[in-house]
Structure formats: structure tokens, C-alpha cells
């Protein structure tokens, strides 16, 4: 009797597990990456097209449209940005309340606990304009063991408020958790550590607040360096520029070329570039992106505005520059004004195209770019130390 009955128990756990197989087998729990191929990858850029990131047909070949794709979907739903289609992105990505490219991301980020391993993308506060959002509408709850970067602009606002010392590192420890618990009792919030919505939507408001008024007291001294987007303007003096800020006064982000800028941009994209030395500025449009990123002037006075800035000729002699970014983020890189090989604009007086460095890990760069890359780097290192007094690791 005994043994009928734990045969008949085994045949239903069994029966069990084949109607829960399908469930769990959705999908094979491997990460998919650029250069794979097969029905895993052609479900995966079905998804993307469904929800809008991704055009054309999915042909099974994760290539870098899909790679791109893949990136501005994990950017939209607070995921990491790797380019990697593992578990936890794919598990998104098939998911109803997966965010669609065209909906916001308070429309479509669940506000409720997150795991500790939540790493969102890096965004930013651009300061004294209306609706400054530093985490970009994500207001999923921060505590301690959380880690990321989404940790990290916790950190660096509450360094800017001064609440916190020391170096964001994107790990939430007693530290943080102590910084986060005095802005909330300033604040006469629950002072209980945890970041949540009502946490994170007053740290932007301190943050906007304190922005208004630095950008009050600085008004004599900075001159606005934004252009519209196909004209730019030159100036003869040299504005005076606050340490760790750009010409309209918003914060200046350190940003990784591959982590951070590359997947966000595309051919055609403007860039608008502030040399701080002579005070000129002038606009690039995106050519190519590879270890960095193929531009070129925009119009003849762009031109001749970014000739003017490196001395009235052309040079490989690269400059540290601002950069601000198609999303209004200011951040900076390393550019030369010589014109080279081709490009794709004939009326902008300049015959080819130039190169924008943005920051790269320098072993990285030491291995596949050692002579100028690495110098670009080292320009790029200098001119975040002198601006912020932060050496890059």
C-alpha cells in the first residue's frame, strides 16, 4: 500500500513539473550579447519592436542595432545598461508593464522595493530649470545594500546638499543610510533611511532650490554657451565658470563612453561643444561611433567658430572640452579640429571629419588605442581634475 502511494505521489509531481516547464522554460537562462545568432535573439528583437526600440524585421542576428536598441530599453526601465540580455532584462522585456520607448518612465517604473542589486542608468539635474529630474521619473525604493548607479546620484546629491562627505561609490551603507535619515528629518519626512518616492522627489526639489540659487548668484559672471541647433555664436571674453559646472549653470556629469554616452546616441545627433579657454562654442553633428565618436561641424561657422578655438588653424593637438549631450547632459571630452578621411556634409567648409573622445577605462585604452586615444584620455583626466579637484581612477 506503502509503495502505491509514493508511486502515485511521484506521478503527480511529475505531471506537476511538465505543466509548469513551459512557464519556467519561456526562455533559456543564458545572456544574449552582439554577435549571437538564432530564435532566442529573434524573440528578443521581436519584443524591441513591438515596444518600439528597435525597426525592421527580426532576423536572429543581434548585431549593434539591436545592441542599441537593447540599451535605450534597459535606460527606459531602470535596468542596467550592459547591452547584455540576461535574466532580470529579458524577464522586463517580456513582462506587460514592460515601458514602451514612447511612454515615460513614471508612466511605467514600478515605485515598490527593489532588490539590492538594482543599478539603474546614470541621469542628471540639469540646475535652475523647471521640472529638473534627477532620476529621470524612477523612484524606486533605495536602502541599504541597495548598489548602482541610481545609488550613486543618490550619493552625489546628498555630497551637494551636504548631508554626506567623501566619494559617491554607489554601494548604500551606514553612511548613506545616516545622510539619508538628516535630509529627511530636515525635510519632517518619516526618518527611517529608506529612500523612497517621497524621499527621492524632495532631494530633487533641495536640489533644484539650491540650483536657483547659485544660478542667481552667478548670473553676472556666466554666460550662457547654448546655441540653437544650427547656429552657434563666438565670443571674445572667457565667461567664468563655477568649478564642476557647465556654461548654463547645470551640473557637469563624468560620463563613460561605452557605459554611458555610445548607446544613446546615433548618426545625426548634434553635439554642442564649449572650449573653455577661449569661450568658443560650436556644434557637431555625429558622423560614426566607434572608441569614439566620428563628427563634424554643422554649418561653415561652426567651422569656423572650432578653428578659431584652436588658434586659427587646423590641428591634431586635441583640447579638453564641455559637451552637451542630445539628452541636455553636460559633460566632457577631447577633440582636434583636423579635418580627415570623409564626411558627409559639403557646405561646412571643413573636408572630412574629426574625432570626440569621451572617458574610457585606460587599460582598455592602452590595449586597443595606446598612442592617441591614451592621449586624449590623459587630456580628458586633466581637465576633470582642474574643474572638479577629482583625479580619475
Same mark, same amino acid.
Given at each position: 500500500?506503502?509503495?502505491?502511494?509514493?508511486?502515485l505521489?511521484?506521478?503527480?509531481?511529475?505531471?506537476?513539473?511538465?505543466?509548469c516547464?513551459?512557464?519556467?522554460?519561456?526562455?533559456?537562462?543564458t545572456?544574449?550579447k552582439? /554577435?549571437? !545568432? =538564432? #530564435?532566442?535573439?529573434?524573440? $528578443?528583437q521581436? @519584443? %524591441? *519592436?513591438? +515596444?518600439g &526600440?528597435?525597426s525592421?524585421?527580426a532576423d536572429?542576428?543581434?548585431?549593434?542595432?539591436?545592441e542599441n536598441?537593447?540599451?535605450?530599453?534597459?535606460?527606459?526601465?531602470?535596468?542596467?545598461?550592459?547591452?547584455?540580455?540576461g535574466?532580470?532584462?529579458?524577464?522586463t522585456?517580456?513582462?506587460?508593464?514592460?515601458?514602451?520607448?514612447?511612454?515615460?518612465?513614471?508612466?511605467?517604473?514600478?515605485t515598490?522595493?527593489?532588490?539590492?542589486?538594482?543599478?539603474?542608468?546614470?541621469?542628471?539635474?540639469?540646475?535652475?530649470?523647471?521640472?529638473?529630474?534627477?532620476?529621470?521619473?524612477?523612484?524606486?525604493?533605495m536602502?541599504? /545594500?541597495? !548598489? =548602482? #548607479?541610481?545609488v550613486?546620484? $543618490?550619493?552625489? @546629491? %546628498? *555630497?551637494? +546638499?551636504? &548631508?554626506l562627505?567623501g566619494?559617491a561609490?554607489g554601494?548604500?551603507?551606514?553612511?548613506?543610510?545616516?545622510?539619508?535619515?538628516?535630509?529627511q528629518?530636515?525635510?519632517?519626512?518619516?526618518?527611517?533611511?529608506v529612500?523612497?518616492?517621497?524621499?527621492?522627489?524632495a532631494?530633487?526639489?533641495?536640489?533644484?532650490?539650491?540650483?536657483?540659487?547659485?544660478?542667481?548668484?552667478?548670473t553676472?559672471?556666466?554666460?550662457?554657451?547654448e546655441?540653437?541647433?544650427?547656429?552657434?555664436?563666438?565670443?571674445?571674453?572667457?565667461?567664468?565658470?563655477?568649478?564642476?559646472?557647465?556654461?548654463?549653470?547645470?551640473?557637469?556629469?563624468?560620463?563613460?563612453?561605452?557605459?554611458?554616452?555610445?548607446?544613446?546616441?546615433?548618426?545625426?545627433?548634434?553635439l554642442?561643444?564649449?572650449?573653455?579657454i577661449?569661450?568658443?562654442?560650436?556644434?557637431?553633428?555625429?558622423?560614426?561611433?566607434?572608441?569614439?565618436?566620428?563628427?563634424?561641424?554643422?554649418?561653415?561657422?561652426?567651422?569656423?567658430?572650432m578653428?578659431k578655438?584652436?588658434?586659427g588653424?587646423?590641428?591634431?593637438?586635441?583640447?579638453?572640452?564641455?559637451?552637451?549631450?542630445p539628452?541636455?547632459?553636460?559633460?566632457i571630452?577631447?577633440?582636434?579640429?583636423m579635418?580627415?578621411?570623409?564626411?558627409?556634409?559639403?557646405?561646412?567648409?571643413?573636408?572630412?571629419?574629426?574625432?570626440?573622445?569621451?572617458l574610457?577605462?585606460?587599460?582598455e585604452?592602452?590595449?586597443?588605442?595606446?598612442?592617441?586615444?591614451?592621449?586624449?584620455?590623459?587630456?580628458?583626466r586633466?581637465l576633470?581634475k582642474q574643474?572638479?579637484?577629482?583625479?580619475?581612477?
Amino acid at each position: 500500500m506503502m509503495k502505491r502511494m509514493l508511486i502515485l505521489l511521484l506521478c503527480a509531481a511529475v505531471l506537476m513539473g511538465c505543466l509548469c516547464a513551459p512557464a519556467l522554460a519561456a526562455y533559456k537562462s543564458t545572456t544574449l550579447k552582439n /554577435g549571437d !545568432k =538564432g #530564435d532566442e535573439v529573434a524573440r $528578443l528583437q521581436q @519584443a %524591441l *519592436i513591438d +515596444l518600439g &526600440y528597435l525597426s525592421g524585421k527580426a532576423d536572429g542576428t543581434f548585431g549593434n542595432r539591436t545592441e542599441n536598441a537593447l540599451r535605450t530599453f534597459q535606460r527606459k526601465n531602470g535596468l542596467d545598461v550592459d547591452g547584455l540580455a540576461g535574466d532580470i532584462t529579458r524577464e522586463t522585456l517580456y513582462a506587460k508593464q514592460a515601458a514602451k520607448k514612447g511612454t515615460t518612465t513614471s508612466e511605467s517604473t514600478s515605485t515598490t522595493e527593489t532588490s539590492p542589486t538594482d543599478t539603474s542608468t546614470q541621469t542628471t539635474v540639469e540646475a535652475g530649470k523647471t521640472g529638473a529630474n534627477l532620476f529621470n521619473g524612477n523612484y524606486t525604493t533605495m536602502r541599504v /545594500g541597495s !548598489k =548602482g #548607479d541610481r545609488v550613486k546620484l $543618490l550619493q552625489q @546629491a %546628498l *555630497i551637494q +546638499l551636504k &548631508y554626506l562627505s567623501g566619494k559617491a561609490d554607489g554601494k548604500y551603507g551606514s553612511a548613506t543610510k545616516k545622510a539619508v535619515v538628516a535630509f529627511q528629518k530636515k525635510q519632517k519626512l518619516t526618518a527611517d533611511g529608506v529612500a523612497g518616492r517621497k524621499t527621492l522627489t524632495a532631494l530633487e526639489n533641495a536640489l533644484k532650490n539650491q540650483a536657483s540659487t547659485q544660478t542667481a548668484e552667478t548670473t553676472e559672471t556666466t554666460r550662457t554657451a547654448e546655441t540653437t541647433e544650427a547656429t552657434t555664436q563666438t565670443t571674445t571674453s572667457t565667461p567664468t565658470l563655477k568649478a564642476g559646472y557647465a556654461p548654463d549653470g547645470s551640473r557637469l556629469r563624468l560620463l563613460h563612453w561605452f557605459n554611458d554616452i555610445k548607446g544613446t546616441l546615433k548618426n545625426g545627433d548634434h553635439l554642442l561643444i564649449y572650449e573653455p579657454i577661449s569661450g568658443i562654442s560650436w556644434t557637431l553633428r555625429v558622423y560614426s561611433r566607434g572608441n569614439h565618436c566620428d563628427s563634424e561641424p554643422l554649418t561653415a561657422q561652426d567651422t569656423e567658430n572650432m578653428v578659431k578655438a584652436f588658434g586659427g588653424k587646423n590641428t591634431w593637438t586635441q583640447k579638453g572640452v564641455y559637451v552637451k549631450l542630445p539628452s541636455g547632459i553636460w559633460t566632457i571630452g577631447s577633440t582636434h579640429d583636423m579635418p580627415h578621411m570623409s564626411g558627409s556634409i559639403k557646405d561646412n567648409k571643413f573636408n572630412g571629419h574629426l574625432c570626440v573622445h569621451f572617458l574610457r577605462d585606460m587599460s582598455e585604452c592602452k590595449k586597443n588605442d595606446p598612442k592617441y586615444g591614451v592621449s586624449n584620455q590623459e587630456t580628458i583626466r586633466a581637465l576633470w581634475k582642474q574643474i572638479t579637484g577629482e583625479t580619475v581612477e
